[in-house]
């Protein structure tokens, strides 16, 4: 199974794509995660790419999709892929049709998490993860069971994304309305989009996913 997950920045997609790799064993294709992994090792593409993430805009479209092609490459045929944060254009949209040619693969839904606005920016300055596994948490919304240790590898360092501060959340949601929302027409013409509410709480959410892919 291929499936997309998308939203605005703070929707819910990281979080729900987590879970489906722990319950499902698929693999979650993040194209943030791997360019903040870029970033982190200083490889030129990281460096590159950096200044424009800082500021909230979008990166390139052949940098991010040769970023999923190499990723494709190397997953097994039979993996179940979760597209998050990708395609964020309309040319990522029709490269990832030929991508996904390329690799035998056919996309089963396209999942649109539906949210207010006004939530996301309280939810991506609440946001942080954890520094060894990349769980993520909330201050609010999500806190680990026990203060201070992460539920899923004990590790007791913590870390907030530079990007997750308000001015650049409002930058990366014009980004997301100007760019992102109009593909979902491309696929709706397929039949393959369904809408989940995304302010439910997150356990609610996933229930919503789970019956949508059983
Ligand atoms: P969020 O989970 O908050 O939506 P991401 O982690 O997906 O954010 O992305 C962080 C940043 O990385 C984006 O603001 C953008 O600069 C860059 N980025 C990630 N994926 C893409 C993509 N598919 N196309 C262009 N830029 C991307
Ligand atoms: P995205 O990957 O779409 O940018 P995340 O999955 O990182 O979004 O979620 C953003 C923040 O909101 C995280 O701190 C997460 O713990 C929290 N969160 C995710 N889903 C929900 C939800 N349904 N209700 C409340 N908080 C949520
Ligand atoms: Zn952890």
Do not use: W
Not at 160 to 172: A, F, L
Not at 193 to 212: H, N, Q, Y
Request: hydrophobic content about 35%; aromatic content about 4%.
């Amino acid at each position: 199974m291929n499936i997309i997950l998308l939203g605005p920045p703070g929707a819910g997609k990281g979080t729900q794509a987590n879970r489906l790799v722990e319950e499902r064993g698929m693999v979650q294709l993040s194209t943030g995660d791997m360019l903040r992994a870029a970033v982190k090792a200083s490889t030129p593409l990281g460096l590159k790419a950096k200044a424009v993430m800082d500021r909230g805009e979008l990166v390139s479209d052949e940098i991010v999709s040769e970023l999923i092609d190499a990723e494709l490459t190397a997953m097994d045929a039979g993996t179940g892929a979760i597209f998050d944060g990708y395609p964020r254009t309309r040319a990522q949209a029709e490269r990832l049709d030929e991508l996904l040619d390329k690799h035998g693969r056919k996309l089963d839904r396209v999942i649109e998490l539906e949210v207010d606005e006004d939530a996301l920016v309280d939810r991506i300055t609440g946001r942080f993860t954890c520094g060894n596994c990349g769980a993520g948490y909330h201050d609010r919304y999500n806190l680990p069971q026990v203060e201070g240790v992460c539920d899923r590898c004990g590790s007791t360092e913590f870390k907030r994304r530079p990007d997750d501060t308000e001015e650049t959340v409002r930058t990366r949601m014009q980004e997301y309305r100007a760019k992102t929302a109009p593909i979902l027409p491309y696929y709706e013409e397929r039949g393959i989009v369904s809408r989940v509410d995304g302010m439910a709480s997150i356990d609610e959410v996933a229930d919503k996913i789970d019956a949508l892919l059983s």
